[in-house]
């Protein structure tokens, strides 16, 4: 009985041990300016990190990402589950980035903001801790921002053709083309490219009347006005008969009622 009572408390110690081992990895303290790569850095980047302050060291990364840390103690850092928590990560990035790009001016800074990162990454990997994906973002002038819209139709060209005597351009197209304006062109599965078309000028780009404006212009003068004066002469001719008759009749009439 006493073996086995003595068994259960093992037993029941166990798990208790486990979870005080768990507790004190996870109460470990941030110990970056131990690394050799963090010494090599310039001093003005090690500030950011760390800043010595009347015998006291402030961990500057811990207060950026809100972490405790105690400044004045042989432990003064923050505890490494919230130095490198995932979600704090990136925030602990953005600082390191501002920080050094406003500390270091001597240079090109841009090395200094790549090397304290990449120390910071390493710290927390090496502690277990994955490193969160950095994402590096850049500004494009307003002309490389535009989007390029690509389409799978082959390209069309276009001239204009003269076509002799009758001074009408009329378009010659290599490719596809659509004689609606604007055409577009859909491809499914792919961008679409819409483009507008002009339609060619006649007459040479000048304004006024095109040729074939003009010729019918011109037959319609030819024909119409002697067309309408024959048809005036041949009223008149009518009426004037219509009185002849008329003074006929009445003639006839008058010469009856004197033979009468």
């Given at each position: 009985?006493?073996?086995?009572?003595?068994?259960?408390?093992?037993?029941?110690?166990?798990?208790?041990?486990?979870?005080?081992?768990?507790?004190?990895?996870?109460?470990?303290?941030?110990?970056?300016?131990s690394?050799?790569s963090?010494?090599?850095?310039?001093?003005?980047a090690?500030?950011?990190?760390?800043?010595?302050?009347?015998?006291?060291?402030?961990?500057?990364?811990a207060?950026?990402?809100?972490?405790?840390?105690?400044?004045c103690?042989?432990?003064y850092?923050?505890?490494?589950d919230?130095?490198?928590?995932?979600d704090?990560?990136?925030?602990?990035?953005?600082?390191?980035?501002?920080?050094?790009?406003?500390q270091?001016?001597?240079?090109?800074?841009?090395?200094?903001?790549?090397?304290a990162g990449?120390?910071?990454?390493?710290?927390?990997?090496?502690?277990?801790?994955p490193?969160?994906?950095?994402?590096?973002?850049?500004?494009?002038p307003?002309?490389?921002?535009?989007?390029?819209?690509?389409?799978?139709?082959?390209?069309?060209?276009?001239?204009?053709?003269?076509?002799?005597?009758?001074?009408?351009?009329s378009?010659?197209?290599?490719?596809?083309f659509?004689?609606?304006?604007?055409?577009?062109?859909?491809?499914?599965?792919?961008?679409?490219?819409?483009?507008?078309?002009?339609?060619?000028?006649?007459?040479g780009?000048?304004?006024?009347?095109?040729?074939?404006?003009?010729?019918?212009?011109?037959?319609?003068?030819?024909?119409?006005?002697?067309?309408?004066?024959i048809?005036m002469?041949?009223?008149?001719?009518?009426?004037?008969?219509?009185?002849?008759?008329k003074a006929?009749?009445?003639?006839?009439?008058?010469?009856?009622?004197?033979?009468?």
């Amino acid at each position: 009985m006493y073996f086995l009572g003595h068994c259960q408390k093992i037993l029941v110690s166990i798990p208790l041990f486990s979870a005080s081992l768990t507790l004190a990895q996870g109460t470990t303290y941030e110990t970056i300016y131990s690394l050799d790569s963090w010494s090599s850095q310039k001093p003005c980047a090690q500030q950011c990190f760390i800043n010595t302050s009347l015998g006291c060291h402030i961990d500057e990364v811990a207060a950026a990402i809100g972490c405790e840390y105690n400044d004045c103690s042989a432990n003064y850092g923050a505890p490494n589950d919230c130095y490198c928590r995932a979600d704090l990560q990136s925030v602990a990035q953005s600082y390191l980035t501002s920080c050094v790009s406003a500390q270091c001016t001597v240079g090109d800074s841009s090395i200094d903001i790549s090397s304290a990162g990449s120390i910071y990454n390493y710290y927390c990997s090496s502690n277990g801790f994955p490193a969160a994906a950095v994402v590096a973002t850049t500004t494009l002038p307003a002309t490389q921002a535009t989007p390029t819209v690509a389409s799978s139709s082959p390209p069309k060209t276009s001239s204009l053709v003269n076509n002799g005597d009758t001074g009408v351009s009329s378009p010659s197209t290599t490719g596809t083309f659509s004689n609606e304006f604007p055409s577009s062109s859909v491809d499914s599965g792919s961008a679409t490219t819409v483009s507008a078309s002009t339609p060619p000028s006649q007459g040479g780009g000048r304004g006024g009347l095109s040729t074939s404006d003009k010729i019918a212009l011109g037959i319609g003068i030819c024909f119409g006005i002697p067309s309408l004066v024959i048809g005036m002469a041949a009223c008149v001719i009518a009426i004037r008969q219509l009185y002849a008759m008329k003074a006929g009749s009445e003639d006839k009439v008058r010469r009856t009622s004197m033979v009468t």
